[in-house]
Nanobody, 122 residues
Framework: VQLVESGGGLVQAGGSLTLSCEASGRTSDINTLGWYRQVPGKQRELVATISTGGTTNYADSVKGRFTISRDNAKNTVDLRMNSLNPEDTAVYYC?????????????????WGQGTQVTVSS
């Protein structure tokens, strides 16, 4: 599975930005898609995830401001970010979890995109 992000950039505080990620390869095995972010010196942190069935999960810091959506037919996941503030500045990574149910037991693997920079100016 390959994940390619697009849509990062520079935006002023209070503005909006939409990130997109397209998955390719064995996309039929993808269970969860989502977004994480990382700033220098800190651990990568969850932003939002969405399951194949549409169940979403958000970090408390982005609830009410960010919306994750998924198009299973196009193998894409988008992150709409509103009311951005400087604390949202980070490299955003697309995330994909593949789960394969085998006779010997389930197998899973995480995939990551290359990252896209989001910078929010004050």
């Amino acid at each position: 599975v390959q994940l390619v992000e697009s849509g990062g950039g520079l935006v002023q505080a209070g503005g909006s930005l939409t990130l997109s990620c397209e998955a390719s390869g064995r996309t039929s095995d993808i269970n969860t898609l989502g977004w994480y972010r990382q700033v220098p010196g800190k651990q990568r942190e969850l932003v939002a995830t969405i399951s194949t069935g549409g169940t979403t999960n958000y970090a408390d810091s982005v609830k009410g401001r960010f919306t994750i959506s998924r198009d299973n037919a196009k193998n894409t996941v988008d992150l709409r970010m509103n009311s951005l503030n400087p604390e949202d500045t980070a490299v955003y990574y697309c995330y994909g979890l593949v789960v394969v149910h085998r006779i010997e037991g389930p197998w899973s693997h995480e995939y990551w995109g290359q990252g896209t920079q989001v910078t929010v100016s004050s």
